[in-house]
């Protein structure tokens, strides 16, 4: 207590307090190219709470979410019975993060988590997507007793070291080398994987069974192929579905729409965490987890500090529980057809939208040069700055005129992915169609506030 008898910490009074210096704060002190980014595309909101699909501003608007924190919101926000459950872990008491015994949480999830993949064995907790990846790759090199992990080109796993030596993007990797042994292979290019396999020091090859740049799904019967490849050449398939999985695609793991497909090691993390703890798993099969484990001497030979604790557990497991009650992964498939028929139906009418496509809901919305002479023009004045402006000019008006925030897919890609809360309904559909629809019209229609705001971000470009 102060001496006027308050508490000495009241979050809800610092946040009145200090809440409207959100965007300096993190000039001064944190990323400064953030706030610098987001002014400068109009994206510098102001929110003020969040539940579901939707966020509201001071003013009492709303905003349809259509990136879900990049996945992490697959409940959307603050679903109540994850609310709820931790509340209750808080509440419990716990002795937690004893590190020396065993809590019966982390065995629960674990339990669950596994009785969807009947091929897989163990798990180990982390604490992000790119720390269930980093787990993946020492445990399938250490496995194997190969160095070299494959990775396919345009792949995103992760930003720490390990992880960056699979990222198929240069721009992320650039200026951090050296990074571990690696080679980039085409997805959907059974040769070249079977060429870099015959070497004989592969450990495995890491894959999205849908890739979050651009929205790029693995060919049929290729993830079938290549773990058929990859066994016989004592190598393992590890299925990145940090983004993909707990229900994204319209199956509870996107690798699980090929039959025949059981990944060796499997990575998971974003939605699990139910949007509140960050948590991340790696799981795979027994006799890799009892390689790694070989004696009591390497009990803790990977281990993380925070991983299993209570609260991420209980997060899991409520959103486990939530996925199945509320039939979760039936919503993503049925929402995600919906959404990408009514979509696709609009590519003959604009000629700057070329394709859409994805599974369940994660759709990848891609524009493609114009016929017309007039639209020629202006596309080609974008892509002489730099590519994939065109498709930012579509993502700015989205949240500016109809307050639906998305995303583009990636650097220098025009495509714009929809990665939503599993929970949206033909409601959200009905909304996002008829706001894209008008940012359409207007893109084909010369509409001057869209393109002079093109010409703005030409000069950016230029400028960079």
């Not at 398939?237 to 994204?248: C, K, M, Y």
Request: charged share 25%; hydrophobic share 40%.
């Amino acid at each position: 207590m102060t001496a006027d008898g308050t508490e000495r910490f009241d979050l809800t009074r610092l946040l009145a307090e200090r809440g409207g210096e959100r965007y300096d704060l993190h000039a001064r002190h944190l990323n400064h190219q953030l706030p610098r980014m987001l002014r400068t595309i109009g994206f510098d909101k102001v929110y003020e709470r969040a539940e579901g699909a939707y966020f509201w501003d001071a003013e009492g608007r709303d905003y349809l979410d259509m990136l879900a924190g990049f996945g992490v919101m697959g409940l959307g926000r603050h679903h109540p019975v994850v609310r709820k459950a931790l509340h209750d872990v808080l509440d419990a008491s716990l002795a937690d993060l004893t590190r020396f015994d065993c809590p019966p949480l982390p065995g629960l999830l674990a339990e669950r988590l596994l009785s969807y993949t009947p091929y897989l064995d163990r798990v180990f907790f982390g604490n992000s997507g790119t720390e269930a990846v980093e787990t993946a790759l020492k445990f399938a090199r250490y496995a194997t007793g190969r160095p070299r992990v494959l990775y396919c080109a345009h792949a995103f796993h992760g930003l720490t070291v390990g992880s960056l030596s699979v990222n198929g993007e240069n721009g992320f990797r650039d200026g951090f080398a050296p990074l571990l042994p690696d080679t980039p292979v085409p997805l959907g290019d059974l040769d070249a994987l079977e060429r870099e396999l015959r070497r004989g020091d592969v450990a495995g090859l890491i894959v999205e069974p849908v890739q979050g740049k651009g929205v790029h799904e693995a060919p049929p019967g290729y993830l079938r192929a290549a773990q058929d490849l990859l066994h016989r050449h004592k190598a393992l398939l590890i299925a990145d579905e940090v983004q993909t999985g707990i229900g994204r695609t319209g199956a509870f793991y996107a690798h699980q729409h090929e039959p025949g497909v059981e990944p060796d090691l499997v990575c998971v993390a974003k939605a699990l965490s139910g949007g509140y703890v960050p948590v991340g798993a790696t799981l795979g099969k027994d006799w890799i987890f009892k390689k790694v484990y070989s004696s009591m001497d390497r009990v803790l030979v990977h281990s993380a500090s925070f991983g299993s604790n209570a609260q991420a557990m209980a997060a899991g497991l409520a959103v486990l529980a939530v996925m199945e009650d509320e039939g979760i992964v039936a919503n993503a498939r049925t929402t995600g057809e919906l959404l990408r028929s009514r979509l696709a139906a609009l590519v003959d009418k604009y000629e700057l939208l070329h394709d859409v496509r994805g599974r369940g809901l994660m759709v990848g919305i891609e524009f493609g040069r114009p016929r017309s002479l007039g639209l020629r023009g202006r596309w080609t004045m974008l892509q002489a700055a730099r590519k994939g402006l065109f498709a930012q000019m579509v993502v700015v008006p989205l949240l500016q005129k109809h307050r639906i925030l998305t995303q583009v897919s990636g650097d220098e890609v025009e495509v714009i992915k929809l990665i939503p809360p599993l929970i949206i309904g033909e409601r959200e559909v009905d909304r996002f169609v008829t706001a894209f629809t008008a940012v359409m019209d207007e893109a084909h229609n010369g509409g001057s506030l869209m393109w002079d705001f093109g010409r703005n971000l030409v000069k950016q470009a230029m400028t960079r």
